[in-house]
């Protein structure tokens, strides 16, 4: 069902509890130095505010800073390790990426490198799947722009997987309360 959206409904925050889904089951580093228990002293940080995508290189860490209507996508590479973080707004920040332009922006940065995961988090609950290819900026006064009906876990990993070029069994797609995400960057580990 499509309905007309309306600012309460756009600007409906995740719910609290954490959910995950698996179907079958997000420019340069910043150079700040953030510790983790897990890495030692210090990593590098790559911070991604909305609109953008960043790469990350190995070791280090991601964060997404002020999630609540949004949803980040962190795609985990293979080869060499890094991985390159998007974090998609409903609405478009003034010179930043719009949602439907967020994945092309990930596909072109990944390139022909091997895609290990691919992780989506935030308000699931928020988004229809189908802003991934025509964002709610897009639409012209009159159309109907598609609300969210619930948590659609299943549209989520299609649209992002499809959108990547990438199987549906390495999307998973977790609802997770507002506030600051923090992704560590896996280091490859050495061949025997």
């Known amino acids: 069902m499509v309905t007309t959206l309306t600012a309460g409904v756009a600007l409906m925050a995740?719910?609290?509890?954490?959910?995950?889904?698996?179907a079958a089951e997000g420019a340069?580093?910043?150079?700040?130095?953030?510790?983790?228990?897990?890495?030692?002293p210090a990593a590098t940080e790559t911070v991604?505010?909305?609109g953008q995508v960043k790469e990350?290189?190995?070791?280090?860490?991601?964060?997404?800073p002020s999630v609540t209507s949004?949803?980040?996508?962190?795609?985990?590479?293979?080869s060499g390790g890094g991985a390159v973080g998007a974090h998609a707004s409903l609405f478009q920040v003034p010179g930043e990426?719009?949602?439907?332009?967020?994945?092309g922006?990930?596909?072109?940065?990944?390139?022909?490198?091997?895609?290990?995961?691919?992780?989506?988090?935030?308000?699931?609950?928020?988004?229809?799947?189908?802003?991934?290819?025509?964002?709610?900026?897009?639409?012209g006064e009159g159309e109907q722009v598609p609300v969210p009906e619930g948590r659609d876990f299943a549209g989520l990993t299609s649209a992002v997987a499809q959108g990547?070029?990438?199987?549906?069994?390495t999307v998973t797609v977790k609802d997770v309360p507002d506030g600051d995400q923090v992704v560590e960057v896996p280091t490859p580990a050495p061949l025997p």
Request: hydrophobic share 40%; proline share 7%.
């Open 48 to 50: 991604v505010t909305e």
């Open 56 to 64: 990350a290189g190995p070791g280090g860490v991601i964060r997404y």
């Open 105 to 139: 922006r990930i596909k072109s940065l990944v390139g022909r490198r091997s895609v290990t995961s691919v992780d989506v988090r935030g308000a699931v609950g928020a988004w229809h799947p189908s802003y991934f290819t025509k964002a709610i900026e897009s639409y």
């Open 14 to 22: 995740c719910l609290a509890v954490p959910v995950t889904a698996h």
């Open 97 to 103: 990426l719009r949602s439907d332009q967020i994945l």
């Open 164 to 169: 990547l070029g990438v199987p549906g069994n």
């Open 70 to 78: 949004c949803l980040t996508v962190t795609v985990h590479l293979r």
């Open 28 to 40: 340069g580093p910043a150079t700040a130095a953030l510790p983790t228990a897990s890495q030692g």
